[in-house]
Every structure is written in structure tokens, then in C-alpha cells.
């Protein structure tokens, strides 16, 4: 094991997501569900840039608001480098500084993108020399979406997200994302599912504990047409996430106005994607959005996952 040089920086990027296709399993004795999701990365980066300290410090810049964003031990970046040291043995520390780009709480996986990018600059910059399966399991004890990050792409998740395959999708697809001015605990939105499954028992099928991913899906990815993936757009959290903030259903319905394929609420929410037919589309939706005062970004995916970049 060998150590870089004090001056020495070592810069990472990790890319934001969106789940194509979220299906939720039922609550399990545990606590928690097992979910089927289609992942897609997309072009909305976080920037790692790793050097040499005796402690382990992280700060924070960005096109997002990051003033409360946490910058002690329970951050997940910081645990991301805690765990490697821990891992390989390394006994220095690391300063980390991060440059956001991806919604805070918004249900892209913005923290996840950093925890892996973290892996991978300490890595390079502690020379420790993991393989990518080493990478891959500590990235799963970090959280479900941290492996993802890794790998970017196109991939289906089962389990808790975290248990990865490959998808083969076809050329690019155009998303534009409105940005919402609050976030959302996903803590919150999967026990509003679980409330909600309650409260429509008599009218909805009951939930399995380890759902699929809908092969019209995967169809609609290797084929690359957006129009085919826009008609099977699913997200189990959807439904929880409107009814927690129904100021959601507007921005939904203001995109399909303004000639989105589809919209549908990313992860646990609260950001909103669009599928645009082709980039002439999507420039126009973004332009209609921004004039409706809401806070909108345009990205393709997918894209690679977390990687190291030459400044």
C-alpha cells in the first residue's frame, strides 16, 4: 500500500439517476421491502475531488442549495471513505471536496453519486487497489442506490436495489427534470406506500414480496424509443410521494401539457422527470417549464458511472 503525494488531488465524478420502472414489494419483518427497478444514469454529475489529510473532512459547492447538507460522520461521502481506510487498513484521513450538481433529497441519488465517487478517488488516491467486486460490496453496505452509482448505465436492481444486471439499452434518451424547493425522506414515502396499500386494500391487487420488472420495460430500452418507454414509465412511490405533496400533480401535469411524452416522479421523490421524444422536444419543454418558475435541468442517459477525471 502506498500513499500520494500531500499536494496530490485525485477527482472523481459519479452520475445522478432515475428509475424507468420502480415496483415495491410488500413490507417484510425486517422492516423493509424488496423492490424491481430499472435504473438509468443520467447526465447530472457529482464532482469528488479527494487529497491527503490527516482527518476526514468534507465541504461542500454546487448549482443546488448545499447549507444543510451534513458534514459530520453521518455523511455518507465521509463514510464512504471511512469504510475504505477501514477496509484496506489505511490510517490516514482524507479531505473531500464536493461539487453538486444533482437535487439534494430529490430522489436522483445525489448522496449515493458522492459515496461512490468518494470509493473510487480514495481508492486511487490511497493507491489501496481494490478490484471493482471489492468496490461493489463495500458500496452495497453503504445504500442500495451506492452500487449503481458505480456501475451507471442502464441495469435492473432487485433485492433492496442493490443486487445488480445489466440492461442493453439503445442510444440516448432526453429527460428534463424540474427541481422541487423542498426534499423528501424516503423513510417517509415508503411508510405513506404502506398506508396507502391499507387504506385501498379492497381495490388494489396486494403487493408481493419480491415484484419484477415488467418486460415491456426492457423491451422499450433495447430499443431506444422513448415513445415506447414513455407508455411503460412506473413508479410504486408515485402514488405516496403525491399524496404527501400534492403540489407534485401540477408539475406533473403542467410537463404532459407542455408536450412531454411522460412525467413521473423520480425515486422516492420529490424531482420530477420528463421523457422527451428528441432533443428538439426537449428544449422546447425545458424553455415552458422555466417560464412556469419552475427550476428545470435537461439530461441524457444513460451515461457511464462513477469515474476517475484527468484535470
Known amino acids: 500500500m502506498t500513499t500520494g503525494a500531500a499536494s496530490k488531488v485525485v477527482h472523481a ?10 415496483k415495491v ?7 423493509y421491502h424488496d423492490v424491481a427497478t ?14 491527503n489529510a490527516d482527518d476526514f473532512s468534507v465541504t461542500f459547492t454546487g448549482s443546488v442549495d448545499v447549507s444543510g447538507l451534513a458534514t459530520d460522520g453521518s455523511n ?44 473510487l478517488a480514495c481508492d486511487a488516491l490511497w493507491g489501496t487497489g481494490l478490484s471493482k ?45 424540474a427541481f422541487a424547493d423542498f426534499g423528501m425522506s424516503t423513510p417517509q414515502v415508503y411508510d405513506e406506500l ?22 415491456n420495460v426492457l423491451q422499450a430500452l433495447r430499443a431506444g424509443d422513448p415513445h415506447m418507454l414513455a407508455e411503460v ?14 403540489e407534485l400533480a401540477r408539475i406533473l401535469e403542467l410537463g404532459e401539457e407542455n408536450g412531454a411524452l411522460a412525467g413521473i416522479v423520480s425515486g422516492s ?13 426537449a428544449l422546447e419543454l425545458q424553455i415552458a417549464l422555466s417560464a412556469a418558475r419552475l427550476t428545470v435541468v435537461r439530461a441524457t442517459g444513460p451515461v457511464h458511472g462513477a469515474r476517475i477525471i484527468g484535470d
Open 13 to 22: 465524478r459519479a452520475p445522478g439517476k432515475i428509475n424507468v420502472f420502480l
Open 25 to 31: 414489494g410488500s413490507l417484510l419483518e425486517d422492516g
Open 38 to 51: 430499472a435504473y438509468q444514469a443520467v447526465s447530472l454529475y457529482e464532482d469528488v475531488r479527494a487529497s
Open 76 to 119: 455518507l461521502a465521509l463514510k464512504a471513505a471511512s469504510i475504505l481506510a477501514r477496509k484496506t487498513g489505511y490510517r490516514g484521513g482524507v479531505r473531500l471536496q464536493i461539487d453538486k450538481h444533482v437535487p439534494i433529497a430529490g430522489g436522483m441519488g445525489g448522496g449515493s453519486a458522492d459515496a461512490a465517487a468518494t470509493l
Open 133 to 177: 467486486e471489492e468496490l461493489m460490496s463495500l458500496a452495497a453496505q453503504l445504500g442500495a442506490d451506492v452500487p449503481f452509482a458505480l456501475t451507471g448505465g442502464t441495469a435492473i436492481g432487485a433485492g433492496r436495489g442493490d443486487k445488480l444486471s445489466p440492461a442493453l439499452a439503445k442510444g440516448h434518451f432526453q429527460w428534463v427534470f
Open 194 to 215: 404502506d398506508r396507502h396499500r391499507a387504506r385501498h386494500a379492497l381495490d388494489i391487487f396486494p403487493a408481493v414480496e419480491q415484484p419484477q420488472v415488467d418486460t
Open 233 to 246: 414509465l412506473y413508479n410504486d412511490l408515485q402514488a405516496p410521494a403525491l399524496h404527501l405533496e400534492p
Open 269 to 281: 421523490g420529490p424531482t420530477v422527470g420528463f421523457l422527451a421524444a428528441d432533443l428538439d422536444n
